[in-house]
Nanobody, 129 residues
Framework: QVQLVESGGGLVQAGGSLSVSCAASGRTFSSSTMAWFRQAPGKEREVVAAISPNGAFTSYADSVKGRFTISRDNAKNTVYLQMNNLKPEDTAVYYC??????????????????????WGPGTQVVVSS
């Protein structure tokens, strides 16, 4: 059974930094594209970033480009999201997700929620102004 568990969320002031992690089990992690999504109150879940199985390819939503970095450690079955220069509009529950697709890297494809079959329960990030 595939399990994803996020950690590292919390409260931070605007302009600050925070790192969230997602530990995966139950699937060959090194063969899976991983992604971070977020959902703010009253809004739809949106993609933040995605990373290919070997980490060679990454893509970012325009709203976080230059501020967030997605990375992974396949030896630890963990994907990370480093968030810098946080803004109040980054406040959301952050979810990691895993895809069982073996499709070649495509930002368009891996930015779709439907491309992911398992999700973590989420971790809350609050950015105060």
């Amino acid at each position: 059974q595939v399990q994803l568990v996020e950690s590292g969320g919390g409260l931070v002031q605007a302009g600050g930094s925070l790192s969230v992690s997602c530990a995966a089990s139950g699937r060959t992690f090194s063969s899976s594209t991983m992604a971070w999504f977020r959902q703010a109150p009253g809004k739809e879940r949106e993609v933040v970033a995605a990373i290919s199985p070997n980490g060679a390819f990454t893509s970012y939503a325009d709203s976080v480009k230059g501020r967030f970095t997605i990375s992974r450690d396949n030896a630890k079955n963990t994907v990370y999201l480093q968030m810098n220069n946080l803004k109040p509009e980054d406040t959301a529950v952050y979810y990691c997700a895993t895809s069982n697709s073996r499709r070649y890297w495509s930002t368009d494809y891996y930015f779709r929620r439907a491309s992911y079959d398992y999700w973590g329960p989420g971790t809350q990030v609050v950015v105060s102004s």
